[in-house]
């Protein structure tokens, strides 16, 4: 979890080459993590890792991987997940 916290703030100082060869392959195996909680921190911090990674990244890899997390097993995943994308969303709004 404390990788994931630093993951964000290392991927937006990288480029899109430096954060696909440093960063992503992290980010998306935290993603499928067996660990709940670490699932839980991907996605609160989803927002801010699309933001860091990019539209194209993002599109190409981040959101599979989230939208598999809103059918997680685990009902605080699921939740933390739904709770990131309304509060992405909010946030666009304004």
């Not at 911090?45 to 990674?53: C, L, R, T, V």
């Amino acid at each position: 979890m404390l990788c994931l916290e630093s993951l964000e703030h290392i991927a937006s100082m990288l480029n899109k080459e430096e954060n696909q060869v440093h960063t992503l392959n992290v980010l998306l195996k935290s993603s499928e993590d067996k660990s709940w909680k670490v699932r839980v921190c991907f996605a609160k911090k989803y927002p801010e890792f699309a933001k860091a990674f990019g539209d194209e990244i993002t599109q190409a890899t981040l959101v599979t991987n989230y939208c598999n997390l809103m059918s997680d097993a685990e009902p605080e995943v699921r939740n933390t997940a739904i709770a990131s994308l309304h509060r992405s969303l909010l946030d666009k709004r304004m």
